[in-house]
């Protein structure tokens, strides 16, 4: 297998042009794919060279910048992040162990993929994601760990990372650069919802990556609320990343992104609207996690998740209402 290193001058040979090439960072999602067969690539592609133009940690006046071969520990462990930005701290904090969070980079945490256990175990066929056409063995499936929103009558994975709620929360940009030069786009628009081609995961063009997020503004009053089975090292059977802001006791301005329950890093802007204006109570909360869930559709096992969902953000809301900034 050939493993290669891209630096600058070599961007215009760059190999991740080569159909079936993945670049390799931290490696904490690539390696694991490889070791189960989900993922062959022909070329391996050592993009730590980039590191020291794409690691950088900049909390500017107006906005936040990080680059995306930045560490998830280093990110989570800065104090001003942790000031300003605390849904971002925190929604790194619970996404893996110390020793992952301290292999693995930004960028590639929200490019990890779904952990769906049909499309991890090569055994089955029937997996739209890896083979295309083939159907989805979860839908008739073990499903308690699958989406209720999002979902298509093609796939029904979840999207398992946390700090992509984070950064869908909080209007972020992601920066991407390849062969033609750099582009921007929202990150609401990176990853794609399933529909009839499960198999395309996101807006990347083949030779292009992820160099940084931009987050505008300032978010003090924000948490990232997360519920799983088990309290060490676990994904998420439904999360909330919630940011509010709130003058003389109205909330300003509101953002609600949900986790765990979706195919995709999914905002709730219908629920975001209610809080508006409004000032804030326990019936706000509820009538805001009903409306975010509104659209849900369980499952055999996994109709749970909608009544989970709510209660989380009911208790996001509360957290992020009543915390001191």
């Known amino acids: 297998m050939a493993v290669q290193a891209l630096s600058a001058a070599a961007a215009a040979n760059n190999p991740l042009t080569q159909a079936n090439a993945q670049p390799l960072a931290g490696g904490t999602t690539l390696i694991d794919l490889m070791k189960l067969d ?28 990080l680059g995306a071969l930045a560490k998830m520990s280093d990110v989570a462990a800065h104090d001003q992040i942790q000031r300003s930005y605390p849904v971002i701290a925190n929604s790194l904090k619970l996404a893996a162990s110390a020793q992952l969070r301290n292999m693995a980079t930004l960028g590639g945490n929200v490019m990890q993929r779904t952990r769906c256990s049909y499309f991890r175990d090569v055994s089955y066929e029937n997996c739209n994601k890896r083979n295309p056409g083939s159907g989805c063995a979860a839908m008739d499936g073990v499903n308690r760990m699958h989406a209720v929103l999002g979902t298509s009558d093609q796939c029904i994975a979840t999207y398992p990372g946390d700090f992509a709620q984070a950064l869908i929360a909080l209007d972020a940009t992601v920066e991407i650069t390849g062969r033609s030069g750099t582009r921007g786009m929202p990150f609401a628009e990176l990853h794609k919802a399933p529909g ?29 609320l997360k519920a799983r089975d088990r309290q060490s090292y676990e994904f998420a059977l439904s999360s909330a990343a919630v940011a509010l802001d709130v003058q003389d006791g109205t909330i300003r301005d509101a953002r609600v992104a949900l986790g765990g329950v979706a195919t995709v890093p999914w905002r709730a802007r219908e629920a975001e609207a209610l809080l508006r204006g409004q000032r ?40 992020a209402a009543t915390m001191e900034i």
């Not at 706000?284 to 909608?306: C, E, H, M, P, W």
């Open 196 to 224: 009839n081609t499960p198999e395309i995961e996101t807006a990347l063009q083949p030779g292009e990556l992820i160099s940084a997020f931009v987050i505008p503004g300032r978010w003090p009053r924000s948490v990232y």
């Open 280 to 319: 804030f109570d326990d019936g706000l909360a509820q009538r805001v996690a009903d409306t975010a869930f509104a659209d849900a559709k369980g499952r055999q096992y996994n109709s749970f998740k909608i009544a989970l969902g709510k209660r989380v953000v009911a208790r996001a809301l509360q957290q």
């Open 38 to 65: 989900v993922m062959r690539p022909a070329a391996i592609v050592d993009i730590n060279p980039l590191a020291r133009g794409w690691s950088a940690i900049d909390p500017g006046a107006d906005n936040l910048r």
